[in-house]
């Protein structure tokens, strides 16, 4: 792997650690993250699967790698979505929903391709009241208003088969701080 090259980024973890299932201790993973990949300045950001490192392999290639590795010592397979710094802060500046009522009701699906065609008019059949959508690359914003995602029709599944590629969410909170740890 070559070092000429290395990047600031958050790797996302899909669905661990999520009301019992799916278990992978933050501290273990940094550990093994240390002594079995060439990822350095290595830490997690809440149980929820954010790591936050340096990588000097391409993003593509330490993704494979660091879900092999969860699938091998953790018996979970979750994907694993990286943006490098300045990816996430683009996210950011990119917000469709600047006003949203509440940060932590505004989510980000970071996607690990791009989205199929039509996806979003797709997804827009199952908006309940006062959600909103909208794709910007590789992000699906969804404002999920007052209601929260208890009552939303935009399930994983209706989302996943919608956008044709497996993703991650973040809600707005947590999309600043992983800029700042990025940083």
């Given at each position: 792997m070559s070092s000429t090259h290395s990047v600031r980024c958050a790797l996302l973890l899909r669905a661990v650690n999520v009301g019992g299932r799916n278990r992978v201790p933050m501290a273990e993973l940094r550990k093994l993250l240390g002594?079995?990949?060439?990822?350095v300045d290595i830490s997690?950001?809440?149980?929820?699967?954010?790591?936050?490192?340096?990588?000097?392999?391409?993003?593509?290639?330490?993704?494979?790698?660091?879900?092999?590795?969860?699938?091998?010592?953790?018996?979970?397979?979750s994907p694993v979505i990286a943006r490098a710094h300045e990816e996430l802060r683009r996210a950011l500046r990119a917000n469709?929903?600047?006003?949203?009522?509440?940060?932590?009701?505004?989510?980000?699906?970071?996607?690990?391709?791009?989205?199929?065609?039509?996806?979003?008019?797709?997804?827009?059949?199952?908006?309940?009241?006062?959600?909103?959508?909208a794709l910007s690359g590789r992000e699906l914003w969804i404002d999920y208003d007052g209601g929260g995602v208890q009552g939303t029709k935009l399930t994983t599944s209706v989302l996943d088969r919608a956008l044709g590629v497996a993703g991650t969410a973040r809600n707005l909170r947590t999309v600043r701080k992983l800029v700042e740890l990025t940083a």
């Open positions: 002594e079995r990949t060439d990822l997690t950001y809440i149980a929820s699967g954010n790591i936050v490192c340096t990588a000097t392999a391409p993003l593509e290639e330490v993704c494979t790698q660091v879900r092999t590795l969860i699938a091998e010592e953790f018996g979970v397979d469709p929903f600047p006003d949203a009522a509440q940060d932590r009701m505004l989510h980000v699906i970071f996607l690990e391709g791009p989205a199929a065609p039509g996806a979003v008019d797709a997804l827009r059949e199952r908006l309940v009241e006062g959600e909103r959508i």
